[in-house]
């Protein structure tokens, strides 16, 4: 299986909306044997930049055969951050699931810590550990992240700069 680099995604939709469209469901690719675990972080990542950035990197990719700047693998790496998934009462309380609806709880940290983390858990690399994890995986990790002033962000539901991607 040939892994895909964020240029050829960005670059393999024919519409902004194919392209948020599997963006949402990135974390099932892998698992259904669709990509490689390189080419479903490439995914990941690309579902963790803001929708308007987004549409901006797509449009160069498709025009100029370019990505900007920011998002050369260099550039992006220097200032990147992880946004991880978890079960919603670990953000909120949700006795007998009343907050069941909202789906999950999601809590943006700095990739250095995101990948301590996973190392921790003997996961080698924080590509792997975005590759296999299931919300099992990161209990606690929030409560982690707040003690530790980790969390940029954190939320319940679908992540403000994302269509929903789990």
Known sequence: MKSLTIYEILTRYK????????????FDLHDLGYVDENTQANYIKLSEISAIDLLYMW????K???LPPYAELSNYEKAKVTTIYTYVGELIPNENGINDHLGCAWFTVPSDWAESKAKQHGYDSLSEFQSEYIMDDTAGWLQDAIATSNVLICGAGNPPHSKGVR
């Open 64 to 66: 100029d055969k370019s």
């Open 59 to 62: 449009k160069q990719a498709k």
């Open 15 to 26: 519409t902004f909306e194919e392209l948020c469209e599997a963006l949402d469901s990135c």
